[in-house]
Nanobody, 122 residues
């Protein structure tokens, strides 16, 4: 199985920056993995933020495009989310999702971390 741990959340004033980290363990060398950030605010559904897939392509939600940057070192079992120009509406629990892509030796699986809280104040 894959274990996922996020870190880096905290409290910051509007306009500030934070970098979130997501570290996974248990990757199988014969499989490929996409790593994705989501967030969820109280009373709202969990929403997609950014993805760095196994093909090293990045995708962003419109709400964070130009402010957030997702990166992934070549080691590939970690991803980072640099968040700049934070807004009050960015306040949420941020989650990392790892998806194991299906292949000859791999089934489609997904794993979530426990989340890290980001709070942006005025």
């Amino acid at each position: 199985t894959v274990f996922v741990v996020e870190s880096g959340g905290g409290s910051v004033q509007a306009g500030g920056s934070l970098t979130l980290s997501c570290v996974a363990s248990g990757f199988r060398g014969v499989c490929s993995y996409d790593m994705t950030w989501y967030r969820q605010s109280p009373g709202k559904e969990r929403e997609f933020i950014a993805e760095f897939n196994a093909d090293r392509e990045t995708i962003y939600a419109n709400s964070v495009k130009g402010r957030f940057t997702i990166s992934r070192p070549n080691v590939a079992d970690a991803t980072f989310l640099l968040m700049k120009n934070l807004r009050i509406e960015d306040t949420a629990m941020y989650y990392c999702r790892v998806e194991q892509n299906p292949g000859v030796f791999c089934s489609r699986e997904h794993y979530w971390g426990q989340g890290t809280q980001v709070t942006v104040s005025s």
